[in-house]
């Protein structure tokens, strides 16, 4: 069965980049959509938004502009990108598989562990 | 966006007794052409990613026990715990999946009395 691990540094200074990484196992990445979610007091649960091993994305208005994803399919691995952060992504972010059927959106299984990013100075 | 919005946000319930949450959204999140309510239901333990229970608003995730249950339709949804157990301590969420952005509801906590 799938197992997801996130990969990335635990403190990001205000107005730099974040970038996470998550590695997929014990199935396919092109057998998928792939999500970031993340998780935070202020906020709850957020979708970031999805990627598909061909390129395609659909990121949520509220960080569109700042947001990028993206999958190396010879590593099994996705991709996420913030650009500009600020204090308030600060949140433990969550790399999940996107599970469809008769052609709806995702809901999500497995999700990997989480890894809290602190934005910070 | 559709807000998904839970109650209670928290409570408190003896072993063996039956718990509800509930989870509404804004907009009705039932696809006639497939008469299925596209919402889904996770639990969260401390120090853990969310765990999917349910989807298609009543199908239960293989392997989920089933005390788990949930029910509903259009805009209002239910879990129902039919009886505590002490390994159910957690956060609920509920999410739709009807339409982008993704969203989730702002959870409850269950836990011992």
């Known amino acids: 069965q799938v197992q997801l691990q996130e990969s990335g540094p635990g403190l990001v200074k205000p107005s730099e980049t974040l970038s996470l990484t998550c590695n997929v196992s014990g199935g396919s990445i092109t057998d998928y959509y792939w999500s970031w979610i993340r998780q935070s007091p202020a906020k709850g649960l957020e979708w970031i938004g999805y990627v598909y091993y061909t390129g395609t994305t659909f990121y949520n208005p509220s960080v569109r502009s700042r947001v990028t994803m993206s999958v190396d399919t010879s590593k099994q691995q996705f991709s996420l990108v913030l650009t500009s952060v600020t204090a308030a992504d600060t949140a433990v972010y969550y790399c999940?598989?996107?599970?469809?059927?008769?052609?709806?959106?995702?809901?999500?299984?497995?999700w990997g562990q989480g890894t809290l990013v602190t934005v910070s100075s | 966006d559709i807000v998904m919005t839970q109650s209670p946000d928290s409570l408190t319930v003896s072993l063996g007794e039956r718990v509800t949450i509930n989870c509404k959204s804004s907009?009705?999140?039932?696809?006639?052409?497939?008469?299925?309510?596209?919402l889904a239901w996770y639990q969260q333990k401390p120090g853990q990613p969310p765990k999917l229970l349910i989807y298609?608003?009543?199908t239960r995730e293989s392997g989920v026990p089933d005390r788990f249950s949930g029910s509903g339709s259009g805009t209002d949804f239910t879990l129902t715990i039919s009886s505590l157990q002490a390994e159910d301590v957690a956060v609920y969420y509920c999410?739709?999946?009807?339409?982008?952005?993704?969203?989730f509801g702002g959870g409850t906590k269950v836990e011992i009395k």
């Open positions: 999410q739709q999946y009807y339409t982008t952005p993704l969203t």
């Open positions: 298609w608003a009543s």
């Open positions: 907009r009705n999140i039932l696809y006639s052409p497939t008469k299925k309510n596209y």
């Open positions: 999940a598989k996107g599970v469809r059927d008769y052609g709806s959106l995702d809901w999500f299984d497995p």
